[in-house]
Every structure is written in C-alpha cells, then in structure tokens.
C-alpha cells in the first residue's frame, strides 16, 4: 500500500475548495428547510419536504464534497492529474450548486420546469466531471504509483457507480418533468448511490488514509484485495434481482444480507484500526469516524427491521443513518484534515514563489500559522458535539419522535454555522498569513 502521498502533486486550491465550502452552504439551507417544515419534517419518504432535503444532502453536502475530495485525492496519492482541472471545476461547481437548488425547488413545489432545468445542469455537470477524470485514469494509468491499487479499484467502481445512479435519478426527474409514467428505477438510484458511489468512495479513503492520518494499521491485504470487487459485483446481482420477476425471494435476500456483511465486515475493521491506533488520544476527525462507522454498523439492524419487521418508519430511519450517520459525519471529519492542510500547504508555497529569497524562509516562516492553529481541536470537538447531537435528532425524527422533528433542523442549523465558522476562521487565517508573507517580501526587497 502506498503509505505516503506526494503532497507536491496538490491541485490549485481553488479547485477542491469551491466544492468543500458548498458543504456548510447546503447544510445550513437543510437546516432551514427542516425547521420551516416543523412537524411534517420526515412524515413520509415522499413528502416533497423529505425528497428535497435527500437532494439537498446527497448532491449539496456529500456530493460536492466527494467530488472535490476525490481530484484532489487521485493526484496526491496516485499521481492521476485531472487533465484541464481548473476549467473542469469552473464548470461543474456552478452546474451542480444551481442543479440542486433547482432540483429541491422542484420537490418542494412539485414544479415540472425545475426538475427539466435540474436534469440539465445536473447532467452536464456529472458527465463532465466523470468524462475527464475517466480521461485522467486513462492517460495516466501507466504512471500510477505502485500501492495505490487499494485506492483505485473502489475509486473506479464508484465511478461507475456514479454513472449509473447519475443516468437512473435523470430518468425519474425527467420522467416527472414531462408527467410521464415513472420507470421502475427508484430502487436502483438509491442502491448504487449510497451502497455504490457513496460507500465505495468512502472505502477507498479509509484504505488510504485512516493508516496515513490517524496513524492506524494498514488494513488486511485481502479486504482491500476483494471487498472493492465483491461490493459491486453484489450490487449488480441486486439490480438483477430486482428487475427479475418469478425468482425466490430468498435469492435477492441472500444478496442483500452478503452486501450488509461486507459493509459490516469493513465497519468493524475500521473501529478496531480506529480504537488502536497509535495516537492515543482522539482529535475531533477520529470522533467523527468513529459517528460514521458505529451508523455503518447499526445499518444491518435497520435493514433487518425494515425488511422483516413492521416499522413503517424503518426506511426513513436507514436513509437517515447512510446520510447522515455514516457519510455525513465521514465528509465533517475529512474537512477538519483537508482544509486546514490545504491551506497550509499554499501558505507555504507562497514563500518559494518566483523572485522568493531562500535564505529568508526562516523569517516567513516565523509569520506563517502552524497547520494545527488554522482550526482549533476545541473549536473542532464542540462542532463535532453539535453534530452528534443532530445525527441523534434526526434520527429520532425520522423514527417518528415529535420533539426531534421540532430540534432536527435548527441541530443542523446550529452544526452547519459551527462548521462555516471553523471554516471561515481557517480562510481568515489563511489570507493574513498570506500579506504577512507579502509584507515581508516587500520589507526585504526595500
């Protein structure tokens, strides 16, 4: 495995942190929209209140932060360079931010141009993005570091996972825009969402980076061989399963409880790597892995309930553990090592900039914020308890509890304005570390 990333391959930093900061933006608007939906919030899966916060959650929230994470990530740890980034992230920020606003507006309003608009700028923003990093796989696979298979393989299929749930949720929203009959796809959007590009991607970073960041053990040679080829394959078997009529239920069961138990299997190792890890005391991005895989585990007795038991709140209540729970806390706690490191690292490459002096790299150094002072590990911890305490709250919404319909949304509001506070305050830092370096140039060149 590839243990060590080369950090001089890191993007501009206007290319992964657009998509990084549309994550408080996006929760703090589901923040809104939960609290001004009051007692109907999660009702019901279909409410155009709970369609529009799904939306606002999987493209708004994860899914900018994943696509911004994953260009940065393919270049520092596998040397793939996306060919012509800085255009590509110009055009996929906006189509997606405005794709998404228009796509909740349509559910919120059931309104038929919105959701065609939605489908356009979505689209287009997803198949450029899938287009040109497919391209960048392509150009430089001949170059791939070599321990780099355990990042690429999942990294690959949830690509293609991406293709596909991309091509399904076009299908219904389009379907919906043009009031025709919907096709049966539903199932499968969701399937290869969550299970394919969510879960996928997340796997391949805690291949990746759990070992690197928070100093844990390489995980076993043969879960990151098989488990990135198994999962697919299990999904593909599902969708078949599904789209298959006359089969014994048992069969699609089999399917369904191996691929719990992959993810169960992977959950597990990843808190066994987490409690051992080398650094004994915990920083605020272990608890949130921590949020996120313990939600992974409890998935396996939320499908059993919702698949065998009689809960009629049981698929609101798993949606909810996937989103919120495993990739929500995942994405919070990735920004509290990406950020502050992304913006350490162009701090200091502004003092070995064209025309620097060498010889005063120790004054501009004396100048510039350790990475550790960009966010505080408190300020971190209590954002970190606020989402916890929304992670709870929703999840008990979701169950039916009245009172956490009424909390969930302004526990979110309260989360979302912690982390753009952290954020902010990072950003703040970074721009003042930047004119003292300018300041002590232009003091030395006098």
């Known amino acids: 495995m590839q243990r060590a990333l080369d950090f001089d391959k890191t993007p501009a930093l206007g290319v992964p942190l657009p998509f990084l900061l549309n994550v408080p933006l996006f929760a703090l608007l589901a923040g809104l929209l939960a609290t ?23 493209l708004g929230i994860l899914g900018s932060a994943m696509l911004g994470a994953l260009l940065q990530i393919l270049a520092v740890a596998c040397n793939v360079p ?25 559910f919120l309003w059931w309104w038929p141009t919105a959701w065609l608009s939605a489908v356009i700028f979505l689209a287009a923003a997803f198949l450029s993005y899938l287009a040109t990093v497919a391209w960048g796989l392509w150009l430089h696979r001949r170059q791939v570091y070599r321990g780099a298979r355990e990042i690429l393989v999942p990294v690959r299929a949830a690509l293609a996972s991406l293709a596909l749930t991309v091509l399904f949720g076009a299908s219904l929203a389009g ?10 796809w539903l199932g499968s959007h969701v399937l290869w969402g969550l299970a394919g590009w969510g879960g996928l991607l997340l796997m391949g970073m805690t291949f990746q980076l759990l070992p690197i960041f928070q100093v844990t053990e390489i995980y076993p040679k043969a879960m990151t061989r098989w488990l990135p080829l198994l999962v697919p394959i299990l999904l593909l078997a599902w969708t078949a ?9 048992p069969m699609r069961e089999t399917i369904e409880l191996i691929l719990i138990a992959c993810y169960a299997l992977w959950g597990a190792t990843t808190l066994q790597r987490l409690w051992t890890r080398k650094r004994p005391t915990p920083e605020a991005t272990t608890l949130f892995w921590y949020v996120s ?38 994405v919070n706690g990735m920004l509290y090592k ?41 300020a971190a911890q209590a954002q970190w308890a606020a989402h916890l305490a929304m992670t709870l709250g929703w999840l008990l919404a979701a169950a039916g509890w009245q ?44």
Request: proline share 7%; with cysteine.
């Open 36 to 58: 001004w939906a009051g007692p109907d919030f999660l009702a019901s899966r279909w409410s155009g209140q709970t369609l529009a916060l799904t939306h606002l959650w999987t």
């Open 82 to 106: 996306t060919p012509g980034i800085g255009r590509l992230v110009r055009w996929v920020h906006p189509l997606l931010t405005t794709g998404t606003l228009l796509l909740a507006a349509g």
């Open 175 to 184: 379907a919906l825009g043009l009031s025709l009959t919907l096709p049966d």
């Open 241 to 249: 399963l599904d789209a298959s009529e006359g089969l014994p239920r």
């Open 293 to 330: 895989m313990l939600s992974l585990l409890a998935c396996a007795p939320l499908w059993i309930w919702m698949t065998h038991g009689h809960g009629p709140q049981a698929s609101l209540v798993l949606g909810v553990a996937i989103i919120v729970g495993v990739l929500g806390s995942a």
């Open 338 to 378: 990406i950020v502050p490191f992304l913006l350490w690292k162009h701090a200091q490459d502004s003092i070995s900039g064209p025309g620097r002096d060498p010889a005063m790299a120790r004054v501009y150094l004396k100048v510039l914020p350790k990475m550790a002072t960009y966010i505080s590990e408190t």
């Open 403 to 446: 009172p956490a319909r009424h909390a969930a949304g302004p526990l979110l509001i309260l989360s979302a304005l912690l982390l753009a506070f952290n954020l902010g305050r990072a950003l703040l830092r970074y721009r003042r570390a930047v004119r003292a370096v300018a300041a002590v140039a232009a003091a030395h060149a006098r």
